[in-house]
């Protein structure tokens, strides 16, 4: 799962900064120009002008870089903490979904300034090129796609992926299993061949190593398959649905 910026707002958060500070030059200009005329009219554009001015410095240069993002969810692996589905039957995956639904998120990138990412959180990173598993398919380079996932463990945490007393496919975290309550449906077991890391052998996560599944364990692209996650590679926080309207919450 890749999510971006979406709609009108995603060409816009693609910008540069040199972009955005020479589109700060031209707005500048422009009111600067309109500022000597007495007419209603040209008086309005200018304090319109003004107010795109200083909204733009304060959404590119300042929320954008060190406080909040908007991303969007394009696909399943998250499910059902997180929606991303087009309506109709999904042949990859055998699911069939009466409408489509995609949530749009609000990312918290202030907090891992001050903190340190915690188990259980969902967060937002920009993946290694190992990651990209579709670019061998796709006959092409692979490259750095944002992902979303689920954080399992961090450094020092031993990690397993294996069947329990009742044969039943569970993560093991620190030899206890997790109470993952959260996923969408049990794990399957066999786990799929390409999943080689923490998959029935341990896992020993070191410094700055990060572990992270989707809640849709059989159909994610995640730590199993590409292994840990550096630190220095997380984006933010999902902290917020706030897209569609009857899906608002918090994110947990």
Do not use: C
């Amino acid at each position: 799962m890749h999510p971006q910026e979406v709609g009108a707002t995603e060409w816009l958060a693609n910008l540069s900064i040199g972009y955005v500070v020479v589109a700060a030059f031209a707005l500048t200009a422009l009111r600067l120009t309109l500022v000597p005329s007495r007419a209603p009219f040209a008086r309005s554009i200018a304090e319109l002008v003004e107010s795109l001015i200083i909204a733009g410095v304060l959404v590119f240069l300042v929320i954008r870089p060190f406080f909040l993002q908007a991303f969007f969810i394009p696909s399943e692996s998250m499910e059902p903490t997180l929606q991303g589905h087009e309506k109709g039957r999904n042949n990859q995956t055998n699911q069939d979904y009466p409408d489509s639904v995609h949530d749009h998120i609000f990312v918290d990138k202030l907090s891992y300034r001050l903190r340190d990412p915690h188990r259980g959180e969902i967060i937002v990173f920009r993946a290694e090129k190992k990651a990209d598993k579709a670019a061998e398919y796709e006959r092409r380079d692979p490259i750095e796609n944002v992902l979303i996932k689920r954080l399992i463990g961090v450094a020092g945490d031993k990690i397993e992926v294996k069947p329990d007393s009742d044969d039943k496919m569970r993560v093991f975290l620190n030899d206890k299993p997790l109470a993952d309550t959260y996923i969408k449906e049990p794990m399957n077991n066999p786990q799929p061949s390409p999943a080689e890391f923490a998959v029935n052998r341990p896992l020993m996560l070191e410094k700055d190593q990060l572990f992270v599944m989707g809640d849709n364990r059989n159909n994610s692209n995640d730590s199993r398959f590409w292994g840990t996650l550096p630190r220095n590679r997380v984006i933010g926080r999902a902290m917020l649905i706030f897209y569609p309207l009857n899906r608002i919450r918090l994110i947990r």
